[in-house]
């Protein structure tokens, strides 16, 4: 592959990476998820924290499959 592709490609794959760790850093008061309430409240919170556990291990596979292809653009491989 040429130089200025892979020069690309690693500012695209830094900066999604730098946008995963910007999120992961928000402060954790924002996320609060209020279980109080009726049984609906209740089961709409759980969905909520589920969905939440599924985006967590979503970005901590991107940010592995990332920093593997960074790896690879290291060592030309």
């Known amino acids: 592959m040429n130089k ?3 020069n690309k490609m690693k500012e695209v794959l ?3 990476r730098q946008e995963i ?3 992961s850093n928000k402060d954790p008061s924002m996320n609060v998820i209020d279980m ?8 709409q919170a759980n969905m909520l924290l589920e969905l939440s ?4 291990t ?7 499959n990332i920093d593997s292809a960074l ?3 290291e060592s030309s491989t």
């Open 58 to 64: 979503r970005d901590v596979t991107k940010l592995k």
């Open 36 to 43: 109080d309430g009726d049984e609906t409240d209740e089961i």
């Open 14 to 16: 830094l900066a999604q």
């Open 71 to 73: 790896e690879r653009m």
């Open 4 to 6: 200025v592709f892979l």
């Open 21 to 23: 760790l910007d999120r």
């Open 53 to 56: 556990k599924q985006l967590v």
